[in-house]
């Protein structure tokens, strides 16, 4: 059979299919990287991978030949947490929050995240779509081919379900795939302060209309001291499991509330921010299938500790990086500056951080079958980098080393 599609010349081709460990690799640097290899595209499959000469029974007179001049390309990479659909900023409190008041403090005083709620319940369902469609653009151009997204802005039935249809209609509309979550607690709205329980029960009364309407895939809680208790959290995920909701949590993030060890119990897929995850508390994602979601970018952007990414890699808990892009705690799109700031803060290897936006970012969201790694029969989705090796591409930071990105065996972005 012949191909539609080969891109030859590549001077590291990061595959991502994991390998057996060596006895001198972390358990996360087991990622395949082939030297002067080829890809090979069939429709919006591949069809074959390689190194060295392309086999000429692949090239047919139709098959269109992309030399990639010696750089690095890798698979599309995955964003596995991100708050996509918003409305407004809050550039506002941007000098309280450089100057020292709490996050928390912040979203007690009605500001943060019940700021951006009453932005999103005022924009159109229109509105909302042409912005995240904008915001999504700008990520295709920094790599990322496939969007975990998270709705929690609305916080009433109107506004959340309002936000999982922009994440339906996304996937038709633009070209990166976007896996959709239901936050209906991502904090409890002005409107039922005193009245904690009834709101709790209003998002369990919602879980049965966001999975029969097809709007969401996962369920998240923002469990957090001050938002929602580890037991009000676990309340909410047994019904959304009854329901058929892949779980996820924000655990551990500013306080340890034994968040990750919740992630354990309940299986979930995957446990985010971790910043204050407890000894025991890596014990149990050790013990799992749980991948640990780190966002770099929330620390930086707040001053706050880094989540300790080199223990827990060490330990054998399996790590993602996402950019947790919302417009509070982390405004940006850029997952390159993320895996930087892995490089630089977390010290995680350059290895490890291909693997942790790549297969296991598609592990998190459950989507290892269909992306994460160039493999045959996988989507062809990738990404062409102008950098010779994947150090420099996390050394030279703050700049977006893009050269051109594939989506489904299509050229979706070129620089
Ligand atoms: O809008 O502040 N942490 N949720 C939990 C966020 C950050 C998003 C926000
Ligand atoms: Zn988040």
């Known amino acids: 059979?012949?191909?539609?599609?080969?891109?030859?010349?590549?001077?590291?081709?990061?595959?991502?299919?994991?390998?057996p460990l060596k006895d001198d690799e972390s358990p996360m640097e087991n990622i395949e990287i082939l030297e002067n290899g080829y890809i090979a595209v069939s429709g919006n499959e591949i069809m074959a991978i390689g190194h060295g000469e392309v086999p000429s029974k692949l090239i047919k007179f139709t098959t269109k030949l992309v030399d990639a001049e010696g750089c690095v390309v890798v698979p599309g990479m995955i964003d596995s947490?991100?708050?996509?659909?918003?409305?407004?900023?809050?550039?506002?409190?941007?000098?309280?929050?450089?100057?020292?008041?709490?996050?928390?403090?912040?979203?007690k005083r009605g500001g943060g995240i019940l700021s951006s709620v009453n932005a999103t319940r005022e924009l159109s369902e229109e509105e909302l779509l042409d912005k995240a469609k904008k915001t999504l653009r700008t990520m295709l151009s920094y790599g990322v081919t496939t969007v975990e997204s998270k709705s929690g802005y609305g916080l009433d039935s109107e506004t959340e379900l309002k936000q999982l249809r922009v994440n339906e209609r996304l996937n038709h509309e633009q070209e990166v795939e976007v896996v959709s979550t239901?936050?209906?607690?991502?904090?409890?709205?002005?409107?039922?302060?005193?009245?904690?329980?009834?709101?709790?029960?209003?998002?369990?009364?919602?879980?049965?209309?966001?999975?029969?309407?097809?709007l969401a895939e996962f369920f998240d809680v923002f469990c957090e001291e001050g938002v929602f208790s580890i037991e009000e959290s676990r309340q909410m995920y047994l019904e959304a499991q009854k329901y058929g909701f892949k779980l996820r949590?924000?655990?551990?993030?500013?306080?340890?509330?034994?968040?990750?060890?919740?992630?354990?119990?309940?299986?979930?897929?995957?446990?985010?921010?971790?910043?204050?995850?407890?000894?025991?508390?890596?014990?149990?994602?050790?013990?799992?299938?749980?991948?640990?979601?780190?966002?770099?970018?929330?620390?930086?952007?707040?001053?706050?500790?880094?989540?300790?990414?080199?223990?827990?890699?060490?330990?054998?808990v399996?790590?993602?990086l996402s950019t947790d892009y919302n417009p509070g705690s982390c405004p940006t799109e850029n997952l390159q500056l993320i895996m930087q700031i892995a490089a630089l803060k977390l010290k995680m290897r350059p290895k490890?951080?291909?693997?942790?936006?790549?297969?296991?970012?598609?592990?998190?969201?459950?989507?290892?079958?269909?992306?994460g790694?160039?493999?045959?029969?996988?989507?062809?989705?990738?990404?062409?980098f102008?950098?010779?090796n994947i150090e420099y591409i996390l050394y030279h930071f703050g700049v977006n080393h893009t050269k051109k990105v594939f989506k489904n065996g299509c050229l979706v972005f070129k620089r």
Do not use: C, W
């Open 352 to 371: 490890e951080i291909f693997k942790a936006v790549t297969i296991n970012a598609a592990k998190s969201i459950g989507r290892e079958k269909r992306v």
């Open 318 to 320: 399996q790590v993602a």
């Open 386 to 388: 102008d950098a010779k």
């Open 249 to 316: 949590i924000h655990a551990d993030e500013i306080v340890n509330t034994k968040g990750a060890q919740l992630a354990q119990e309940l299986n979930m897929y995957s446990a985010d921010h971790l910043m204050a995850i407890s000894d025991e508390g890596i014990e149990a994602l050790k013990n799992s299938k749980t991948i640990a979601n780190l966002l770099p970018g929330t620390s930086f952007s707040l001053g706050k500790e880094y989540a300790p990414a080199r223990k827990m890699i060490d330990q054998g």
């Open 373 to 384: 790694s160039l493999e045959e029969g996988k989507k062809a989705d990738f990404v062409i």
């Open 81 to 107: 947490h991100t708050h996509l659909v918003h409305g407004g900023s809050r550039e506002n409190e941007f000098l309280d929050k450089i100057q020292g008041v709490p996050y928390l403090e912040i979203l």
């Open 182 to 214: 239901f936050m209906g607690a991502h904090a409890l709205p002005e409107e039922y302060k005193d009245r904690r329980e009834e709101f709790i029960q209003k998002v369990i009364d919602l879980l049965p209309v966001v999975k029969e309407r097809g």
């Open 1 to 19: 059979m012949n191909a539609d599609l080969i891109i030859y010349n590549i001077g590291q081709l990061v595959t991502g299919k994991e390998l």
